[in-house]
């Protein structure tokens, strides 16, 4: 199973990045848990401090 991800910061609407065909490990590690942890996610190389 792949998951498909669409990730925006809440100080740009217009900015964003689209990933598809992520495993299940991957979605996890890059996206799950950074946001749980408040750590920053790196979006088309800029970071993003608040996400929707």
């Not at 950074?34 to 979006?43: A, D, H, L, R, W």
Request: aromatic share 12%; hydrophobic share 35%.
């Amino acid at each position: 199973m792949y998951y498909h991800v669409i990730i925006k910061p809440k100080s740009d609407k217009y900015y964003g990045e689209n990933k598809a065909n992520l495993s299940k490990e991957q979605l996890i590690s890059r996206f799950i848990e950074p946001y749980e942890q408040g750590i920053p996610i790196i979006i088309n190389g800029k970071l993003s401090l608040q996400m929707i």
